[in-house]
């Protein structure tokens, strides 16, 4: 297994490598111009100088190259840095955002406490609520349970989220006026009244999102435990005379979580990209607002390093969904 | 075979198993599946009893109903005096232990998830109070019993060969001291040469612990060679209910001849003079089964009764039973410790 995982992480280094390349190519390739935006007022010949003085008059392979100098070797010394007092990075260049002028790193660890709350909550909310849901709705196949859960799945799955979300701030906070309907970033939870307040404006968004994730899992883990249920070993073990529920949870859950949690780890990334439209939608400025924002201000080293972190936590999570499968399942062996 | 005092240990009457069928846009029930269709036989203490038939006929999940891993449709089952047909899931679970299943498919039958020693020790750990250093020793004994090495305990079902997981499952069996064991075709899965071995060892284990079985296979040769009495099955419904030797030699149910006409034998001098009976047609379904004789529609002696009415069991030579018009009841049906005919008929006059 320790081969195995050190061998997966080597092969990530070159994959990894090409992913950072296609996402620049593209990007480059990509129309748009970091100075579209500008007042016409400005002159074309400073429109170029500050063309220039972004370093896109350099050619496609040096800004490539030093855009993978910065990401891995500035901007990592400057973390270090940080944690213990030292110099080494004194005097390297950092990627820099070409919308604030301030290093992309400072502004992504602003933005992902706020993503991690909301967007992370929802989806353990999510996986609370799927686990038992897909669990009950196999155990009681086609009882009203499982059609009712199913109809809901289906509801969950299909209706976009920037529907259900303008729909819950209609109702909940137009209509009813339970919920504040823009999530408020700078509030600090300081007592309980604070505590309280910030539970409120959670809900709303941290609901739509558990909505679709739990739609989604839910339909894998009942899925998975009915393949279970209807297995010969199953039936040995109600033979053995064990009570219903060691049958189930022991035998049945146990090798039904397998393809499950793999599921649930594949789709840990997806909380740190953020959930760009609900986000939009709840006002909440995280991760995922910041990357559409980014993209609508051509600020091109913004993107290209949200989605390179991205990839990485894809191929991160890729690699522990697999390592988990080898440790649940005894029939699986990595070496 | 019926020695001085027969003890009969597991009796069952009028044994119906229907599963029903949903179809269309609601899902309504429209039918049934007579998957076992009013079995009744009787099994003595420390014998074996053979359950024969094709594919398809409700050999196994007769014998999941004798243990009641179904609801039953209807029926009475009685094991060691006490009646399970009714008797609800936690009223069955203190009786499990003495009534137990080797299965068929030794390979789905064992959780991939647990270790031989936690496979074994579970019933243990459910149905006993013993310590941990006790169930661990009795892990062992089993495993010495069955032909285990006991270095094997700690590994994986996926790690053995089928022959040994089927001694998996059969020291799982015996984990409780069962007085009963349903085979359900514990040798179809394996090899010839394992075959054997397992069912040697099935006989040597019957030996030493008085076991009885109730061996469901489909491989005539095998059952001729473990069982004590054969029932034939055929759709549901017990065809044929006699001694080893006795049906083997002289079948009456032109079912049972047509069967064991398909047994090849190894003597190649006899084996051309073999005259095979061969069966047109196939099996209906056990979803509408054909009026009258449930055989009637590929029967070689079919006679015109045949349609109309449904044979009762009878008992033509002492032990031998046959569900046949064939022979016409002239002696009275018979309860002796065999098949009550007579809950048979009213059942049938029922429907």
Known sequence: ?335 | MLDDTPRTLVKVRDLKMHFPIFAGLFRRRVGEVKAVDGVSFDIIEGETLGLVGESGCGKSTCGRAVLRLYDITSGSISIDGQEIGDAGYQKLRPMRPQMQMVFQDPQASLNPRMTVARIISEPLDEHTTLSKAEKQERVYELMDAVGLNRDFANRYPHEFSGGQRQRIGIARALALNPKFIVCDEPIAALDVSIQAQVVNLLEELQDKFNLTYLFISHDLSMVRHIADRVAVMYLGKVAELAPRDALYSKPLHPYTEALLSAVPEPDPNVETRRERIILRGDVPSPAHPPQGCNFSTRCPKVMDICHQSDPDMQEVEPGHFVACHLYPPTTKPTTKNMVASEANKSIQQGE
Request: without cysteine.
């Open chain 1, 1 to 335: 297994m320790f081969t195995y995982t050190v061998r997966r992480l080597l092969l990530a280094i070159p994959t990894l490598l090409i992913i950072s390349l296609i996402i620049f190519l593209l990007l480059d390739l990509a129309p748009g111009d970091p100075t579209a935006q500008l007042p016409l007022t400005i002159p074309p010949e400073v429109k170029e100088k500050i063309r220039q003085s972004l370093g896109l008059g350099e050619p496609i392979h040096v800004r490539y190259f030093l855009w993978l100098k910065q990401f891995l070797v500035a901007e990592p010394l400057h973390v270090f840095d940080n944690l213990f007092g030292t110099h080494f990075a004194d005097g390297m260049q950092r990627v820099i955002s070409w919308q604030t002028r301030s290093p992309v790193a400072d502004i992504v660890a602003q933005r992902l406490p706020q993503t991690l709350w909301v967007v992370g909550m929802s989806y353990v909310v999510g996986v609370l609520i799927a686990l038992p849901i897909g669990i009950i709705s196999a155990y009681k196949q086609y009882s009203w349970f499982d059609q009712i859960g199913t109809f809901i799945s289906m509801l969950g799955f299909s209706v976009p989220t920037f529907f259900t979300g303008v729909l819950l701030i209609v109702i909940f906070a137009v209509n009813l006026g339970w919920f504040p309907s823009i999530y408020d970033t700078t509030h600090v939870v300081d007592s309980w009244d604070a505590f309280v307040f910030q539970v409120r404006q959670m809900i709303m968004p941290v609901m739509v999102l558990a909505l679709y994730n739990a739609a989604q899992i839910s339909r894998f883990m009942r899925a998975s435990m009915l393949d279970n249920l209807g297995q010969d070993y199953v039936r040995t073990a109600r033979a053995k005379g064990m009570s219903e529920k060691v049958v189930v949870l022991i035998h049945v859950l146990r090798n039904s979580m397998i393809p499950v949690i793999t599921v649930i780890a594949l789709g840990v990334p997806q909380i740190f990209g953020g959930a760009i439209i609900t986000e939009q939608v709840f006002k909440v400025n995280g991760l995922g607002q910041l990357l559409i924002t980014a993209i609508y201000a051509n600020d091109i080293p913004m993107v290209q390093t949200l989605t390179f972190i991205f990839a990485v936590l894809i191929v991160l999570f890729n690699l522990i969904a697999d390592i988990l499968y080898g440790i649940l399942d005894p029939r699986i062996r990595y070496d």
